[in-house]
């Protein structure tokens, strides 16, 4: 089992950026990719973005393509998003989530692991 802890959350305006830190630990050798998924109230979770563990290779939703950013330091088993140009709509829990069958979990059920999650909110 992987677990990980998120960071860096809070309160921006309209047009500001964030970023977040998901630290990764236990048995983090079995991962092949991570990813960043939301959940805003009353509405389910859904995908961000994802990197492959090894090759770094990214993938986004449309909603965010252009401007978040997912990188990774696989030495000290972190993970980033790197927000910019937010918007009231992106606000939501954030939650980290790691798998070891996909390079690119784009689903909740191809997730194995998931952090305790990080409230952003924007304002207008």
């Known amino acids: 089992q992987v677990q990980l802890a998120e960071s860096g959350g809070g309160l921006v305006q309209a047009g500001g950026s964030l970023r977040l830190s998901c630290a990764a630990s236990?048995?983090?050798?079995?991962?092949?990719?991570m990813g960043w998924f939301r959940q805003a109230p009353g509405k389910e979770r859904e995908f961000v973005g994802a990197i492959s563990w090894s090759g770094g290779i990214t993938l986004y939703s449309d909603s965010v393509k252009g401007r978040f950013t997912i990188s990774r330091d696989n030495a000290k088993k972190l993970l980033y998003l790197q927000m910019n140009s937010l918007k009231p709509e992106d606000t939501a829990v954030y939650y980290c989530?790691?798998?070891?069958?996909?390079?690119?979990?784009?689903?909740?059920?191809?997730?194995?692991?998931w952090g305790q999650g990080t409230q952003v909110t924007v304002s207008r």
């Open positions: 989530a790691a798998s070891p069958r996909f390079h690119h979990p784009q689903l909740t059920d191809e997730v194995d692991d």
């Open positions: 236990g048995r983090t050798s079995r991962i092949f990719g």
